[in-house]
């Protein structure tokens, strides 16, 4: 029994019913996909969430592993180019996984940086394929598995005790190619100036392996993996919220929908949101109030534009990114708020797939990286929306969309409140929720498998190994090899 059907939901059910498992999942929401969602309105289609086909090697394995080829079953389309970065003063980069458009715009930024980009893409390349082995793609049974002798080299070449924008320093000198190398940390929810250089290996895997966008937008991956798990027999129930997880000493009896039915099984995954799990469903306050005082991930405003117009300006993937980078971070982090002048992301699928939007229309996704909600600041969102939609058409305009305001036909906006609402997410830190730091990672990220109650396991962005859909699908790899080895 599976509660929640995000990615992490929908893949584990996967596993299961094809090893032989009667598999019913119950999610609230009258759709599956969860932060993988999809929205469609007057024919503009709407990523709610994920927007970017990355490390597409381990979609390949899971896919794989499940018994089905992601080649055949997604029509994946190749991105020449992974996105375009915008910067104040009106420079551009395209990051590309094509090394002579590369170095002809980074020799341009800062002599020199092209060979020492490659440098800093093997390396990070290289830290990847060894964390896949060592900490991400695999399940840690006890803490020495982790914490051992032999694992302190390890730790080293991971480059886990330098943060990762002191670590770019020793590669680029300019601040906007700094920034370009190193704001990928946000896709994990945390800043590069107090996460591990590790995260080298987000830009380094994307410049490596090359970007792709699946025909239909990322809802098709939640769409090809429902049919996959629908076929080997799981069975969905929408609409249908758990509202309690009722135990009995060590172990989960049952769990409760809010039409008051009980569903009893022998085993039981949680997909929703670990955190909001522990205080929500379970009854230990104590182990609930442990979770709290983690760090969580940053959150996201999402603006969805139905646009009467079509913008050449823009590319499938945009990313503008602000001067006063640190200073914009630690509004984030810091003060759990936004930057007057924010960095933002812009997803314009209707490049690569005309279905996203009308004839001569466009379909645009803004996404804002802001704190999570923290009671502890006087956080007044109504204010931080308007004021962060502002400076997001200021910025557009000096872009030269200069009328684009004119041109919303409607728009759809996720603030923090209503990504918790919506998903269950804690906080809203819809990153995560958990943080990535090096001490809530592999065996200190909350466990797969509660450690009382031995029939309840968990999957998704909040435990191991990490948030954003190619983790997801790894933490349903790995959850489910746990449940079929009873370990
Ligand atoms: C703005 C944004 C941009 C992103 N961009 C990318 C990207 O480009 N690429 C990428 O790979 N990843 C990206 N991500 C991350 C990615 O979307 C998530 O990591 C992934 O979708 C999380 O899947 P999940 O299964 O862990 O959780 P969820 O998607 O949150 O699924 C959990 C499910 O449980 C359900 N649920 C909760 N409580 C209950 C309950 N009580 N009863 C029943 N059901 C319940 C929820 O409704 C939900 O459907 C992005 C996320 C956001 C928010």
Known sequence: MIIGAGIGGITTAAFLAKNGYRVRVYEKNPAPGGRCGQINREGHRFDVGATMFMMPGIYREVFRSLGIDPEKILSLKPLDDLYKIYFDNGDTLTFSADKIKMKEQLEKIEPG???????????????????????????????FQL?????????????????????????????????????????????????????????????????????????????????????????????????????????????????????????????????????????DRRASARLDRLSYSCSAICFHWGLDKRYPQLEHHNVFLSDGFRTGLDRIFREKSVSDTPSFYVHAPARSDPSAAPLKNDTLSIAVAVGHIDKKFRQDWDA??????????????????????????????????????????????????IGHNIFQMAWFRPHNRHDRYHNLYFTGGSTHPGNGIPNVLLSAKLVSERILSGR
């Open 147 to 283: 914490v051992n002798l032999k694992n302190i080299p390890l730790l080293f070449k991971l480059k886990v005790f330098i943060p990762h924008y002191k670590y770019a320093r020793r590669f680029f000198k300019n601040p906007h190619l700094l920034m370009a190398f190193t704001f990928q940390n946000i896709y994990v929810g945390q800043s590069p100036f107090n996460s591990p250089a590790l995260f080298s290996m987000v830009p380094a895997a994307e410049l490596t392996e090359g970007s792709f966008f699946p025909a239909g937008g990322m809802y098709a991956v939640v769409e090809a993996l429902l049919a996959e798990a629908e076929k080997s027999g799981v069975s969905f129930y929408f609409d249908s919220p758990v509202t309690r997880i009722c135990v009995n000493g060590n172990r989960i009896e049952k769990i409760v929908l809010n039409s008051n039915e009980e569903i009893t099984a022998d085993i039981f995954v949680a997909n929703a949101d670990l955190p909001y799990v522990y205080r929500e469903l379970l009854p």
């Open 113 to 143: 940086s092209f060979k020492r980009s490659q440098s800093y893409v093997s390396k990070g390349y290289k830290m990847f394929l060894l964390s896949m082995e060592k900490m991400i793609g695999r399940n840690f049974y006890n803490l």
């Open 384 to 433: 931080i929306r308007i004021k962060t939609r502002a400076a997001v058409i200021k910025r557009l305009r000096q872009q030269g969309l200069d009328d684009i305001e004119n041109h919303i036909k409607f728009e759809i906006c996720h603030t923090p409140g209503d990504w918790e609402l919506a998903c269950n997410i804690s906080r809203g830190s819809v990153f995560g929720s």
